[in-house]
């Protein structure tokens, strides 16, 4: 992945995530995030055969509480990073601008405590 093309710094931050393609019929699966952005995040889950572009459905779990703020997003690449495991970056589509910002906050202020240490 080209650091290069980043327009948003990323803020590393492992959040449970449950996701599915919006055309899936079934449950969500489950994965943790990399990191975020204003633009997307990247989490890591079990191999899935989606395919570039597919619309997909996320809940992520926001830390200290059972709140999970919906998203949804393109699937804008995938690599795996063995035979079981894979990385899967997610451009967002529609997102409450609420809860957009309450992830932001939280991710920015643990990437602020990250630094002080």
């Known amino acids: ?4 093309r980043r327009k948003f710094l990323r803020f ?3 959040l ?6 919006s ?12 990191n975020i952005s204003r633009s997307g995040l990247c989490f890591e889950a079990k191999k ?13 779990k926001m830390p ?5 703020i919906s998203v949804t997003g393109d699937l804008a690449w995938k690599e795996e990073i063995n035979d079981s495991r894979c ?6 589509r529609e997102i409450d601008i609420e809860a957009k910002n309450h992830i932001l906050d939280h991710a920015y ?4 405590l990250n630094l002080r240490r």
């Open 1 to 4: 992945m080209n650091e290069d």
């Open 12 to 14: 590393d931050i492992p």
């Open 16 to 21: 449970d995530v449950k996701f599915k393609s």
């Open 23 to 34: 055309i899936a019929a079934g449950s969500h699966s489950k994965g943790t995030t990399v």
């Open 48 to 60: 899935l055969d989606y395919k570039l572009n597919d619309l997909m459905e996320l809940k992520v």
């Open 64 to 68: 200290k509480n059972d709140d999970y």
């Open 87 to 92: 990385l899967v970056g997610i451009t967002f």
């Open 109 to 112: 202020n643990a990437w602020l």
